[in-house]
């Protein structure tokens, strides 16, 4: 994977270039301590990964991520444990809370390949009828009509099955938008994606499937011009 370290204390940096280059599948493009130079990188550079610190002067690491039209998977590094809930809000694959060991940085970088691993074989996916999911040390074979709707849960995402089935995998809820058929599959909620195929009825606040009421959130109000 290449990547790139953004940090406004050099140090810093410095323990990320120290780590990663311990790191056999993880390769360290560049590294910036001024965030709108790392975004003019990006601008021109394919990057898989950005080892992200949260403050820093001008613009903080989630402002400069949401600002991405299309980001690269990230890691938080940060010296601050409170932002940790609103990192995983934005699909971070990890969040790094400084000093960190190199033990700590490699677990990062492993979540990080295994999610790469996934989108280079997921090419064509859309077009099928089934997806491999990973469930701890198995890859599950499910049937995309069999999904109900996901739901996230901390790190993971939980798919909910008929006959009262589910599965758990690591690949954060975003990711799992990208990788089902999107005539089918519609993000709702920060939390929820669904199957519209599956809804029972829905209103402008909710949709029903089966017994399940799942919210519609504030900021996704427009799939409703999707569902019927």
Known sequence: MNAIAIDDEPIALDVVKSHAAKVPFVTLQATFTNAFDAIRYLQQHKIDLIF??????????????????????????????????????????????????????LKACNKAMELYDLRAGSEGIKQQ?????????????????????????????????EDNKSLSTRVPIAEMLNLLPAKSFIRVHRAFIINRDKINKFDKFQVWIGQKSIPIGATYTQCLQKLG
């Open 52 to 105: 992200l610190d949260i403050k820093m002067p001008d613009i903080n690491g989630m402002d400069l991520l949401n600002s991405l039209s299309n980001p690269p998977m990230v890691i938080f590094t940060t010296a601050y444990s409170e932002h940790a809930v609103k990192s995983f809000e934005l699909d971070a694959i990890d969040y790094l809370l400084k000093p960190f060991s190199l033990p700590r940085f």
């Open 129 to 161: 009828s089934s997806i491999f999911i990973k469930d701890g040390y198995q890859q599950i074979k499910t049937q995309v009509e069999e999904i109900l709707y996901l739901e996230a849960s901390g790190n993971y995402t939980i798919l909910h099955l």
